[in-house]
């Protein structure tokens, strides 16, 4: 597709579960950021990845929270044993890199997940 | 951290232009300063890029001074549809994660 995909859009789970975050960056993008924002918040970087090298996890609030990549393609980020306070969107970014890139953002619409 | 700080909050009347001011006082030589806009239950978009003096596109300008310790985000004759968060970033989409700060929220009133 042209932009930036996530899925689901909305998601309600109860308390305790785990949840799986979806991200479909932009074809040839091999930046990728997730970004949690609370209600009427800013957006809380969480984890990137860039291209080969070791994903920055260095805003992860938990060990609850965990992201994957596929080479330069798909991430999931995943929630276990949710909690209220984990109410927010989940907001995904990929951005183009290498020579000539200024690191222009491309985001997606959001995962908007509820906790019961 | 944020690398940026910026007014919590503005409002105008429709048809004024409005500039927000951003101060980042640590920009680094390979950093580009980035504005987004976001509206409610929506991703952030883009709305103008720029690394010194001035830029201007469709819908805003973007001023820099020569020390680029700051900037500042000009939209003309603004519209009720301008009311949304606005987001100065500062990075190079290098090694180092690009960190939105708390934004601007610009109220609108006809």
């Known amino acids: 597709g042209a932009g930036v995909s996530q899925s689901p859009s909305n998601k309600v789970t109860e308390k305790g579960k785990d949840v799986e975050l979806r991200c479909d960056p932009i074809s040839g993008h091999t930046a990728l950021y997730w970004y949690r924002q609370r209600l009427g918040q800013g957006l809380e970087f969480l984890i990137y990845f860039q291209g080969n090298s070791a994903p920055d996890k260095s805003g992860l609030p938990s060990d609850r929270f965990s992201a994957e990549r596929t080479g330069e393609s798909v991430s999931t980020l995943t929630i276990q044993r949710t909690q209220q306070e984990d109410s927010a969107v989940y907001l995904c970014?990929?951005?183009?890199?290498?020579?000539?890139?200024?690191?222009?953002?491309?985001f997606g619409e959001g995962s908007r997940l509820t906790v019961l | 951290l944020a690398k940026t700080t910026q007014p919590i909050s503005m409002d105008s009347y429709e048809g004024q232009e409005v500039n927000i001011t951003c101060s980042h006082n640590?920009?680094?030589?390979?950093?580009?300063i980035t504005w987004y806009q976001q509206f409610p239950s929506q991703g952030p978009r883009f709305i103008i890029q720029?690394?010194?003096t001035k830029v201007t596109n469709e819908v805003a300008s973007l001023f820099i001074p020569a020390d680029r310790k700051s900037s500042t985000l000009s939209l003309p004759r603004v519209s009720l549809s301008d009311t949304a968060v606005y987001y100065c970033l500062v990075g190079d989409g290098g090694n180092t994660p690009l960190v939105f700060g708390k934004g601007t929220r610009l109220s609108v009133i006809a």
């Open positions: 720029g690394y010194k």
């Open positions: 970014a990929s951005s183009p890199m290498g020579q000539g890139s200024t690191g222009e953002l491309f």
């Open positions: 640590n920009i680094a030589t390979n950093d580009y």
